[in-house]
């Protein structure tokens, strides 16, 4: 079992156009993410200029530092981060794929897909299933963390 794969949904009541910017803003994740019940701790934007596809970014985990760039980016329906963690000889340990689709609801509000796929490699394969419990968790506190950064009535900036 190498491969992790799951789905999560949440509806957020914010419109498509704002819930895909806040997501898009990877500085200005650290404004929301969930001070507890996650293992990031701050994030922020490597690359110059506004977020779009090939965008890249490090995550301070309690696990340590992990880049990521972004790999898909389809304003206001679709954005996929892609992160990876390598040994210190440089072999790939762990990679992930966090996408957000997001569906225009007609009450206003925004219906977010959050699918998650992570590939582990040697002997992190072992690790897969505590590795699926430990990313639910993860990604469930971050759509939680994402609704209620609307509920307190923090909107973007146009």
């Known amino acids: 079992m190498g491969v992790i794969e ?14 895909f910017a806040r997501l898009a803003d990877i500085d200005g994740h650290n ?17 110059p200029g506004p977020p779009t596809r090939g965008t890249t970014y490090l995550d301070e985990t309690s696990f340590g530092p992990t880049p990521g760039e972004i790999a898909k980016y389809e304003p206001p329906h679709t954005l996929v981060y892609h992160w990876w963690d390598r040994s210190k000889a440089g072999k790939l340990k762990l990679e992930g794929w966090p996408a957000y689709s997001l569906e225009k609801v007609d009450d ?27 990313a ?13 950064s609307f509920d307190r009535g923090q909107q973007t900036e146009p």
Do not use: N
């Open 6 to 19: 799951f789905e999560l949904t949440r509806t957020v009541d914010a419109g498509i156009e704002d819930v």
């Open 31 to 47: 404004d929301w993410m969930p001070d507890k019940g996650s293992m990031l701790r701050h994030t922020r934007q490597t690359s």
């Open 136 to 148: 639910i968790k993860e990604r469930s506190a971050t759509l939680e963390a994402l609704a209620a």
């Open 108 to 134: 206003g509000t925004t219906l977010v897909r959050h699918t998650a796929r992570m590939q582990t490699y040697g002997l992190y394969r072992l690790a897969a299933p505590l590795l699926r419990r430990i």
